[in-house]
């Protein structure tokens, strides 16, 4: 048998015989071998009652009737069978076998017209069978895999989910005395659905990952060869050397010679054995996002509900499996040919010194850390425009209503519920930069033409609030009922010696009461746009210096606690470009990147987490963020859209 950890393209090649899937069984860790091959497998092995998986080495439990009880991937089949469909195929049970054949049965590995097949599955020792719908129009394609599952106990079908026990149930469970009676319980069909969108970001984020570590190890082949290439012309120019100096210098030659191919063997061995573990992940995580996609698309809703638990298990263990760090530089050997007149033929001949050769960075699966730590769901989304416009300030004002204001230069902001109906229109005479509620239902509003803040009551009158001598942004207002916001003396985002960039602090009755510039010596910010109080009380802000955007966390001492740049140890399609920025009641920091379509997600101290929010949502551009009273994660991007998601840290289950 080849090895199982070999990458194929072929979705339906056996790991260990490399040949396409005879009798297919998919064990608990959602990786698929013949049956005869696993026979074959664990035949030599040293405990009766368990083996490790070939790919992951995880241990699977031996089932009492041996191999052959292990469940067989009927998704796989159903692959294969559709595979191997012809159109002029015919119904097998029809006397005359002239109908067209409709579906098929994969434990009877017989056609049926569809008469037969409602019979078929209408029998009671063939109910609960598997069975593929064929498509004569498209040869070769599944349009349905159905399958019936039924309680053990009661015998009927299971057409509810019990919530407690996350299991199929039948409508007996629910109405008579059992194990379920009283367990809160919904729809199968429900129930599936609610599984399902907990796994597809799970297999979403493979799908994004796998291709940065299949680059990952074609840099490692490449660097393994780069590094053959250097020693061969090092020793070419030894040897040529060596030459040059005649026979009596053949000693020097070897020795140096046997130091560079040592040197290449011990390099290119290190490299081999971390490209086989890459090699080996690769495979591994390949297939079970293969599997568990299989299974999620074609299984039905009982078996859904049935493998959630173990997909999520699964994949947690997967994240284990993946390296968390690259390799340190290789070392390759340099030749320096020596003096021409020298003390020695040592010196005459030359000598070697080593070279660094910069390894490709091992990327890190940040989105399947996203999926298994967080449950993120797209609640509304809706356009404030029929043309393109940036949305640069939303500020909720209740559960489920916010003023979003978009258009830079705009003097209107309008009033949206979560569902996307416009509820009120306010036409300002002043430019509109940002939007803040206060806890009273106070509206205040910046005004960078004007250099000034208003503010408006709850019957929306506009009255002044305070004038600077800045050009104000983005504001938030604090835990000590202070309002701060950022000001800057030019809307250049590059500083000189008498530039003004600061952070003003400002009482609730409108006088300023500190300016935070610098940290006594040094000018903290160069262009600051949004800013938001995390947890501890610290500010955060998002700095749009061109030389190096980031954000900052400061005290109100204009102490510098973190700056933060951008995630450096994934490849990443364009530089870190902040702009909303929200902290949360759990003490994440979120903020917006602008070129990458995604909300980045740290921690009290600055830390990345992950991307919460990519650009598989469809969203270009994110600039305003909010959170709403309910924890609703508000976006407004470049598109004139505005996106609501509900987002929270998943509870582990250890049952």
Same mark, same amino acid.
């Given at each position: 048998?080849g090895?199982?950890?070999?990458v194929s393209?072929d979705p339906?090649m056996?790991?260990?015989?490399?040949k396409?899937y005879?009798?297919?069984?998919?064990?608990?860790?959602?990786?698929?071998?013949?049956?005869?091959?696993l026979?074959?497998?664990?035949?030599?092995a040293?405990s009766?009652v368990?083996?490790p998986?070939?790919?992951?080495?995880?241990?699977?439990?031996i089932?009492?009737?041996?191999?052959?009880?292990?469940?067989?991937?009927?998704y796989v089949?159903?692959?294969?069978?559709?595979a191997?469909?012809?159109?002029?195929c015919?119904?097998?049970?029809?006397k005359?076998?002239?109908?067209?054949?409709?579906?098929?049965?994969?434990?009877?590995?017989?056609n049926?017209?569809k008469p037969?097949?409602?019979?078929?599955?209408?029998?009671?020792? &063939?109910r609960d069978h598997?069975?593929?719908?064929?498509?004569?129009?498209?040869a070769? %394609?599944?349009?349905?895999l159905?399958?019936?599952?039924?309680?053990e106990?009661?015998?009927?079908e299971?057409?509810?989910?019990c919530?407690?026990?996350?299991t199929p149930i039948?409508?007996?469970?629910?109405?008579?005395?059992s194990?379920?009676k009283g367990?809160r319980?919904?729809?199968i069909v429900?129930?599936?659905?609610?599984?399902?969108?907990?796994?597809?970001?799970?297999?979403?984020?493979?799908?994004?990952?796998?291709?940065?570590?299949?680059?990952?190890?074609?840099?490692?082949h490449s660097t393994?060869?780069?590094?053959?290439d250097?020693?061969?012309?090092?020793?070419?120019?030894?040897?040529?050397?060596?030459k040059?100096?005649?026979?009596?210098?053949?000693?020097?030659c070897?020795s140096?010679?046997?130091?560079?191919?040592?040197?290449?063997k011990t390099?290119s061995?290190?490299?081999?054995?971390?490209?086989?573990?890459?090699?080996?992940?690769?495979?591994?995580v390949?297939?079970?996002?293969?599997?568990?996609?299989e299974?999620?698309?074609?299984?039905?809703?009982?078996?859904v509900?049935?493998?959630?638990?173990k997909?999520?298990?699964r994949f947690k263990h997967?994240?284990?499996?993946?390296?968390q760090v690259?390799?340190h530089?290789?070392v390759?050997?340099?030749?320096?040919?020596?003096e021409s007149?020298?003390?020695?033929?040592?010196e005459?001949?030359?000598?070697?010194?080593?070279?660094?050769i910069?390894?490709?960075?091992?990327?890190?699966?940040?989105?399947?850390?996203?999926?298994l730590?967080?449950?993120?769901?797209?609640?509304?989304?809706?356009?404030v425009a029929?043309?393109?416009?940036?949305i640069h300030?939303?500020?909720?004002l209740?559960?489920?209503?916010?003023?979003?204001?978009?258009g830079?230069?705009t003097?209107?902001?309008n009033?949206?519920?979560?569902?996307?109906?416009?509820?009120r &229109?306010?036409k300002l005479?002043?430019q509109?930069?940002?939007?803040?509620t206060?806890?009273?239902?106070?509206i205040l509003? %910046?005004?960078?033409?004007?250099?000034k803040?208003?503010?408006?009551?709850?019957?929306?009158?506009?009255?002044d609030f305070?004038?600077l001598?800045?050009?104000?942004?983005?504001? &938030?207002?604090?835990?000590?009922?202070?309002l701060?916001?950022?000001?800057?003396?030019s809307?250049?985002?590059?500083?000189? %010696?008498?530039?003004?960039?600061?952070?003003?602090?400002?009482?609730?009755a409108?006088?300023?009461?500190?300016?935070?510039e610098?940290?006594g010596?040094t000018?903290i910010?160069?262009?600051?746009?949004r800013?938001h109080?995390?947890?501890?009380?610290?500010?955060?802000?998002?700095?749009?210096?061109?030389a190096e955007?980031?954000?900052?966390t400061?005290?109100?001492?204009?102490?510098?606690?973190?700056?933060?740049?951008g995630?450096?140890d994934?490849r990443?399609?364009?530089p870190?470009?902040?702009?909303?920025?929200?902290?949360d009641?759990h003490?994440?920091?979120?903020?917006a990147?602008w070129?990458?379509?995604a909300?980045?997600?740290?921690?009290?101290?600055?830390?990345?987490?992950g991307?919460?929010?990519?650009e598989?949502?469809?969203?270009?551009?994110?600039?305003?963020?909010a959170?709403?009273?309910?924890?609703y994660l508000?976006?407004?991007?470049?598109?004139?859209?505005?996106?609501?998601?509900?987002?929270?840290?998943?509870?582990e289950n250890n049952?």
């Amino acid at each position: 048998m080849g090895d199982p950890s070999e990458v194929s393209s072929d979705p339906l090649m056996c790991g260990l015989c490399h040949k396409r899937y005879n009798d297919p069984r998919i064990l608990d860790c959602f990786h698929t071998f013949c049956c005869e091959c696993l026979e074959k497998h664990t035949h030599n092995a040293h405990s009766k009652v368990t083996f490790p998986c070939p790919i992951c080495h995880l241990e699977i439990t031996i089932p009492k009737t041996g191999i052959k009880g292990l469940k067989q991937n009927y998704y796989v089949r159903a692959i294969l069978a559709s595979a191997t469909y012809s159109t002029n195929c015919k119904c097998d049970t029809c006397k005359e076998n002239e109908q067209q054949a409709h579906s098929r049965c994969l434990e009877c590995n017989s056609n049926f017209c569809k008469p037969c097949n409602t019979r078929h599955m209408k029998a009671n020792e &063939t109910r609960d069978h598997h069975v593929i719908e064929l498509s004569p129009q498209e040869a070769k %394609s599944i349009t349905k895999l159905t399958h019936r599952s039924f309680c053990e106990k009661h015998k009927e079908e299971t057409v509810y989910y019990c919530i407690l026990c996350e299991t199929p149930i039948c409508k007996d469970c629910v109405t008579k005395v059992s194990e379920h009676k009283g367990h809160r319980y919904k729809n199968i069909v429900e129930g599936a659905k609610e599984k399902r969108s907990k796994v597809k970001p799970m297999i979403q984020s493979m799908h994004e990952y796998l291709p940065c570590l299949q680059d990952y190890l074609n840099e490692l082949h490449s660097t393994k060869k780069l590094l053959a290439d250097y020693a061969e012309e090092t020793v070419n120019e030894i040897k040529s050397r060596c030459k040059y100096l005649q026979q009596e210098l053949q000693k020097i030659c070897n020795s140096l010679v046997e130091g560079v191919e040592g040197k290449l063997k011990t390099e290119s061995n290190r490299i081999e054995t971390h490209a086989k573990t890459i090699e080996n992940t690769l495979r591994s995580v390949s297939t079970i996002t293969k599997s568990a996609e299989e299974a999620i698309n074609l299984g039905s809703d009982s078996e859904v509900v049935l493998m959630c638990q173990k997909l999520q298990n699964r994949f947690k263990h997967a994240d284990k499996e993946i390296p968390q760090v690259g390799l340190h530089p290789a070392v390759s050997s340099n030749f320096h040919v020596g003096e021409s007149h020298g003390s020695n033929l040592e010196e005459m001949f030359g000598s070697c010194d080593t070279t660094e050769i910069k390894l490709p960075m091992l990327p890190i699966p940040w989105g399947l850390r996203i999926a298994l730590n967080f449950d993120v769901q797209l609640m509304y989304n809706f356009k404030v425009a029929n043309h393109i416009d940036t949305i640069h300030a939303i500020a909720p004002l209740s559960e489920k209503e916010a003023w979003i204001c978009h258009g830079w230069g705009t003097q209107e902001m309008n009033l949206y519920s979560r569902e996307g109906e416009k509820l009120r &229109t306010v036409k300002l005479d002043i430019q509109i930069d940002d939007i803040l509620t206060k806890p009273n239902g106070d509206i205040l509003v %910046s005004s960078y033409d004007d250099k000034k803040i208003i503010k408006l009551d709850g019957d929306l009158k506009q009255t002044d609030f305070v004038h600077l001598d800045l050009y104000p942004g983005g504001m &938030t207002y604090t835990k000590r009922n202070e309002l701060l916001v950022c000001a800057v003396d030019s809307y250049v985002t590059t500083r000189n %010696s008498r530039s003004r960039r600061m952070i003003i602090r400002i009482s609730e009755a409108g006088k300023i009461i500190d300016m935070i510039e610098d940290d006594g010596f040094t000018a903290i910010f160069t262009a600051p746009y949004r800013l938001h109080e995390n947890m501890l009380g610290d500010i955060v802000v998002s700095d749009r210096e061109e030389a190096e955007v980031h954000t900052t966390t400061i005290t109100l001492d204009g102490f510098v606690k973190n700056k933060y740049t951008g995630q450096k140890d994934y490849r990443v399609k364009k530089p870190f470009n902040p702009f909303g920025i929200v902290s949360d009641k759990h003490g994440h920091v979120l903020v917006a990147d602008w070129s990458n379509h995604a909300i980045h997600l740290l921690d009290l101290s600055g830390q990345f987490i992950g991307f919460l929010i990519t650009e598989n949502y469809g969203i270009r551009g994110p600039n305003a963020l909010a959170l709403d009273k309910e924890g609703y994660l508000w976006i407004g991007d470049t598109k004139s859209t505005v996106w609501i998601f509900k987002y929270s840290r998943r509870v582990e289950n250890n049952t």
